[in-house]
């Protein structure tokens, strides 16, 4: 008898799992950025928007719409919102709107990009007000611009250099994007500073496939519904006999 109650117990465990998977719904996810986003050096299945979409379950669908050296500042040289990227798609019903931009805007040198960043502040309000009117009501999700790894193993000197002048400057692109997401309703600040490390990143800055799916992973965890407690566990299907 016991042994049956607990089969019995550990069978409306699992039920439930699959009732809790077939009853969460499918989510509509966008993701606007640059070349972390777009991740052209990766196969397809790689790619942490591919990933992402596994993750979130059937019936999720997560369009990756990301455009290789783009910025968030509107008076640089490549635009996000000037974009062939931006620029081709159309207006659609999506639940989720992931942001994920600010990498190009610490360049300096000759795109000269950092000098814009007065109007960080007013260019991020456009591009969230250009999502608002494409996407309708969105969940936003704002996220900082992954970490450089100035010091990474087998930098050029230049290379080297280069990050190491910009990788401050995205703490300043950060505190700017968390405080406008307080600030605005249907926006929310993801910190994507602390996901990664220099393993798994290729020069610095662009993402191996195991830092693809770190970034994945984290999202995932972010959208992920919990709609019912875990099952229960054999040792609460043993205490209960």
């Known amino acids: 008898m016991k042994l049956f109650a607990f089969v019995a117990h550990m069978l409306r465990g699992l039920f439930a799992v699959i009732m809790i ?4 719904p499918a989510q509509e996810v966008v993701c606007l950025g640059d070349s972390l986003t777009a991740c052209d050096n990766l196969p397809l299945e790689t790619r942490w928007t591919y990933l992402l979409e596994q993750r979130l379950g059937s019936g999720a669908r997560v369009s990756g719409l990301g455009m290789g050296g783009t ?3 509107s008076g640089t040289d490549s635009p996000y919102l000037e974009s062939g990227t931006w620029r081709a798609g159309s207006a659609m019903d ?4 992931i942001v994920i931009l600010g990498t190009n805007d610490t360049v300096q040198g000759t795109r000269r990009c950092w ?3 007065a109007h960080l502040e007013d260019d991020v309000g ?4 250009a999502v608002g009117e494409r996407f309708g009501k969105a969940r936003v ?3 900082s611009p992954p970490p450089m790894f100035a010091t990474k193993g087998g930098l050029s000197p230049e290379r080297a250099a280069d990050l190491a002048e910009r990788a401050p400057r995205l703490d300043q692109v950060s505190s700017a994007y968390r405080s406008i997401a307080a600030a605005t309703d249907g926006v929310e600040f993801v910190d994507l500073s602390r996901v990664l490390d220099a393993s798994q ?3 610095g800055v662009h993402l191996t496939p195991f830092g693809s799916e770190a970034i994945a992973d ?3 965890d972010l959208l992920r519904v919990v709609v019912d407690p875990a099952p229960p566990s054999i040792d609460q299907g043993l205490r209960q006999l």
């Open 21 to 24: 998977a077939s009853a969460a």
């Open 71 to 73: 910025t968030m500042l």
């Open 94 to 97: 999506a639940d989720v709107a």
């Open 115 to 117: 000098d814009q960043v």
């Open 126 to 129: 456009a591009l969230l007000a």
């Open 141 to 143: 999700l704002l996220c």
């Open 201 to 203: 990143v290729t020069d």
């Open 218 to 220: 984290h999202l995932a």
